[in-house]
């Protein structure tokens, strides 16, 4: 039996017991108050503290549905063994307006504001907030998704250059079973981008994976489905539950693959070439940009064989230079 409460934001939850409240909140010009849902589950035996979170970024809502599923129709805290702690909506702010980015005052990026600051401005201060709880945290699950076209969800892992946390990172993406991403680092900070809450928390000594999932603005079930089962599937590995680990039911590429980003270096209108999930070779054309005079300015092409994962280019055809259009992947 777990003794003690596990106490955050205005939950203050016993063992064997699933709570639901909020982290904080932001107070709106008008006075109204925007809170962070909060939702705890604490198990009745000792065991690792897994955060689940969600819609750091506005359009980003299949996070919600698979947070839903898991800690309302999944698991019984009277069998649970450790806790977990649910955000199904990281920024509510911009999960109000469907916004990448927080709507107000800093239009920052709430993914690239961690630790955070709590006397600092409004992403700041949420950051602030969601980083009390996942300093509390043994492992994070960070629930993304990536516009239409996705051909099939795959799992983010960033090693930060520490073999214990990596490695426990990797196994974690190992038993949510989609393929694997192992992303280029430390260059994230070289290409002018500062570092995600993925890193953040892995550098603070909490191995971290990040999924992408099909469900931006709309999701279906065969991504939920996927959610759920690599979800349970973590909770399985890290003995949270009982169960044997669970295959997914979609693509899931046998090795892991390095990522490399594409930007466009041209301003116009793109269209893709490739369907996410296919192969590609070194030199192949995934993306073509044409200007708004309706020239062909850039053939966007693959430096090296692979398979071309995603076009996250925010569901806006219309890129400008610097603007992030293909996401490939290398097999290791
Ligand atoms: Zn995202």
Known sequence: MQKSFLEIGDIKAASGT???????????????????????????????????????????IIGVEIIRRVLREEIDPKTLTGSIIALPVANPLAFQQSSYVTPYYDFYDLNRAFPGDLQGTTTARLAGLIWSVVSKSDYVIDIHAVPNPLGYGFTVVRPIGKVRIDDKALNLAKAFGLTITISKQPRIEESGRLPGLQIVASRSGIPSILVEMNGWRSWSKEAA?????????????????RGTLQKQQGVVLPRSLQTQMLFANKGGLIHTEISPG?????????????????????????????????????ENQAVATG??????????
Do not use: Q, W
Not at 22 to 40: F, N, Q, R, W, Y
């Open 18 to 60: 699933k709570c639901f409240g909020s982290l904080g909140a932001i107070e709106l010009a008008d006075g109204s108050t925007v809170k962070i849902p909060l939702m705890v589950v604490r198990g009745v035996k000792e065991g690792p503290t897994l955060l689940l979170i969600s819609a750091i970024h506005g359009p980003e």
């Open 225 to 241: 489905d996927a959610g759920v089962i690599g979800v349970l599937n973590v909770m399985k590995y890290l003995k949270m539950i």
């Open 278 to 314: 296919a192969s590609i070779k070194a030199g192949d054309v995934v993306a073509r940009i044409f200007n708004v005079y309706g020239e062909l300015v850039e053939n966007i092409k693959t430096p090296r064989d692979g398979y071309l994962c995603a076009y996250p280019y925010m």
């Open 323 to 332: 603007d992030y259009v293909a996401l490939i992947g290398e097999e290791i």
